[in-house]
């Protein structure tokens, strides 16, 4: 859609239907012993055998008055949120005790006066997780595992913004920051951004910015297709190319052109979230679809990350864990219940170079934008790919 023309607007969508049990199994992932299954329905895990830690870098946290809010525009315009009561139980907790190493969480500020108070729960959340999670080494040293980072936010030109970002950064020790078009009605390139940007320049902090134009919604105060568009965060590109940007669902709806702006800017990076998952868009037996998706993403396998948006999401939280890994093997959809490949020939294209791409984007490339250490993940020292 084309900046001006007639709006493209997401409608309300059900869940996808429930998978055969054990069906996204893989390299990555298993389903939980009996004994730990408990009386719900069975969640995937990481195998303790996968071949390299996962990072979550798009994981949403709010108080819960707003998240409350945030259920109710879902639920009447989106889609069923399926981790409601997860979340309200064990919060991100929940992705680490399924196996994932670290997440990225993060909030939005949909209006002025809200962007300190949303730093400080977050950084309250991210120490909380870290604290629980923490693993002292056998000589007592300090604690050397990190479950959680957290991007903090601020509303553009609102009094102050730039004294909120360095708070965020300097005080509350946040790695980064989120910014939605869509939900603060502003565009990239808006002048009350530059302030933005400015101070992530100066503290050198990356900003992840749902600029991309879907999933676009009626229920916007503006027009999301008007404001966003491949062109407009280039316009910040090219002003502030020691920014590194990151923008979330691979820029959806502009595929190519987000793909083509890697090429041209490398402070620009994407994330996965949704995308993959085979909910807006299922690559089914279309193969020239699949093999266009699995050649972007070796090409620029060092500038994607891995994201889910749990726990907004009406589906499986591994089901873009599944799809990600099974398209870069050359297996076409996992969630594709009639796939490219048959059970019996899964994994015989898949290669060194896809093995590569594949650590890159659920760890190594997170790690990279958010200085996110192999110390703080728990890890050895690993060689650099």
């Known amino acids: ?47 303790k055998t996968a071949p390299c830690p996962i990072i979550d870098a798009h994981v949403h946290v709010f108080p819960q008055k707003l998240m409350d809010a945030v259920w109710t525009f879902f639920d009447n315009f ?3 949120v399926r981790y409601k009561e997860t979340y309200l139980a064990n919060r991100a907790d929940f992705l680490i005790e399924q196996g994932v190493h670290h997440v990225v969480l993060l909030v939005y500020a949909h209006r002025a006066g ?15 997780m870290n604290e629980r999670y923490s693993q002292t080494s056998d000589n007592g040293a ?17 009094p102050g913004a730039t004294e909120i970002l360095a708070e965020a950064f300097s005080k509350l020790g946040l790695s980064g ?21 400015e101070t992530c320049v100066r503290f050198n902090k990356p900003v ?47 595929y190519q052109e987000f793909f083509d702006l890697l090429d041209r800017y490398p402070n620009l990076y994407l994330d996965t979230t949704m995308t993959l998952a085979a909910f807006f868009k299922s690559f089914g037996d279309d193969e020239p679809l699949v093999e266009m998706m699995r050649s972007m993403l070796l090409k620029y396998s060092d500038r994607v990350l891995y994201g889910t948006d749990w726990p907004n999401i009406p589906y499986d939280w591994c089901r873009e864990l599944a799809n990600l890994v099974s398209l870069v093997d050359g297996d076409g959809e996992a969630t594709n219940v009639t796939p490219l490949a048959a059970k019996d020939e899964k994994g015989k294209q898949r290669t060194i170079q896809g093995d590569t791409a594949l650590e890159r984007i659920l760890w190594r490339n997170a790690s990279r934008f958010y200085g996110i250490s192999e110390a703080d993940l728990g890890l050895s020292a690993l060689a650099s790919l």
Not at 232 to 239: A, G, M, S, T
């Open 114 to 128: 809200i962007a300190r108070d949303l730093n400080k729960f977050l950084a309250q959340t991210v120490n909380s």
């Open 208 to 254: 992840l910015i749902h600029a991309g134009k879907e999933p676009n919604s009626a229920a916007y105060k503006v027009d999301a297709g008007k404001i966003c568009d491949a062109s407009i965060v280039e316009d910040v590109l090219k002003r502030y190319p020691t920014l590194r940007i990151c923008v979330p669902h691979l820029g959806m709806n502009q």
């Open 1 to 47: 859609m084309c900046q001006g023309s007639t709006p493209e607007y997401f409608e309300f969508k059900e869940s996808p239907p429930e998978l055969p049990p054990g069906w996204l199994c893989s390299r990555f992932l298993d389903t939980p012993p009996e004994s730990d299954a408990g009386t719900g329905p069975k969640e995937y895990i990481v195998s």
């Open 177 to 197: 920051i989120k910014m939605h078009s869509h939900v603060q009605c502003v565009p990239a390139n808006h002048p009350t951004m530059d302030e933005v940007y």
């Open 78 to 80: 989106y889609w069923p």
């Open 142 to 158: 300090a604690p050397r595992r990190r479950v959680a980072t957290g991007l903090g936010t601020v509303m553009p030109g609102e």
